[in-house]
């Protein structure tokens, strides 16, 4: 599975949590934050996706993240 793929997956086995890139970073085990922030940023664009700063459901601080809309 691509790191999309797994993106899109993790967001929503997540049920409507929002997620920080950070954190997508860590549970996904990417290289660098930067391959989180290209994918949450293009599905922030979708309308499935929410993409706005709050709260991370994960680790708890406020930061851009990302949730799909349930």
């Known amino acids: 599975m691509t790191i ?7 967001i ?3 049920g409507g949590s ?3 890139d950070d954190c997508v970073t ?3 085990n990417l290289s660098v ?3 989180a922030n290209v994918v949450t940023r293009e599905l922030g664009q979708r309308e499935e996706y929410t ?4 709260l991370c459901g994960q680790c708890g601080v406020l930061k851009t993240a990302i ?3 349930i």
């Open 4 to 10: 999309a793929g797994q993106i899109e997956q993790l």
């Open 12 to 14: 929503g086995n997540l």
């Open 18 to 20: 929002p997620i920080c």
């Open 26 to 28: 860590d549970r996904l």
């Open 33 to 35: 934050r930067s391959q």
């Open 51 to 54: 993409r706005a700063k709050t």
């Open 67 to 69: 949730q799909i809309r």
